[in-house]
């Protein structure tokens, strides 16, 4: 949320996002870097490698970050219980890619979906969890659209699960 309203995006800092989502000091300081020279681009740090922690905490990651830490990882110095994925895996339905159960609340998930701009909740309990995050908001669905337009994803509104 903090880093939300350090950008400038004040209607996003007024969702309540899920206490379990952090970053890295990196992906902290591009956002910082970019708002120092004027702005790299109107959007964000991808939203997609992540670390899980057993106890449902996540951090998000940068693509850089994630290609530092995998020879550690192949190296076994890893953090027992600490997974490295993908938001991606996380929330998608593909049975390609296997179903697992990592300690991340419906919230969190919500959350990191609604951050990386996706427009499809798929549950009834993801679906509740996003109409709590919004119900409150002065003006709700300029913040969505907001948030979409920083991923630049505007066009899809209309046939979301957002509208």
């Known amino acids: 949320s903090d880093l939300i309203k350090e950008y400038g995006l004040t209607e996003m800092s007024a969702i309540p996002w899920s206490k379990n989502v952090y970053c890295t000091l990196n992906f902290w300081e591009t956002i910082e870097k970019a708002k120092e020279c004027g702005g790299l681009s109107r959007y964000l740090r991808l939203v997609d490698p992540l670390l899980v922690f057993p106890d449902g905490r996540v951090v998000l990651i940068s693509l850089y970050e994630l290609d ?10 890893r ?7 993908h938001v991606f895996r996380l929330v998608s339905n593909c049975p390609q890619l296997g179903y697992w ?14 951050f990386r701009g996706d427009v499809r909740y798929d549950s009834d309990g993801e679906k509740d969890v996003l109409r709590q995050m919004l119900k409150d908001l002065d003006r709700p669905i300029d913040t969505v659209k907001q948030l979409l337009s920083t991923r630049n994803r505007l066009s899809h509104y209309e046939q979301s699960d957002l509208a």
Not at 68 to 77: K, R, Y
């Open 79 to 85: 953090q027992p219980g600490v997974s490295i994925d």
């Open 101 to 114: 159960s990592l300690p991340v609340s419906t919230e969190t998930l919500v959350s990191l979906k609604l």
């Open 68 to 77: 530092n830490l995998l020879p550690l990882w192949w190296g076994q110095s």
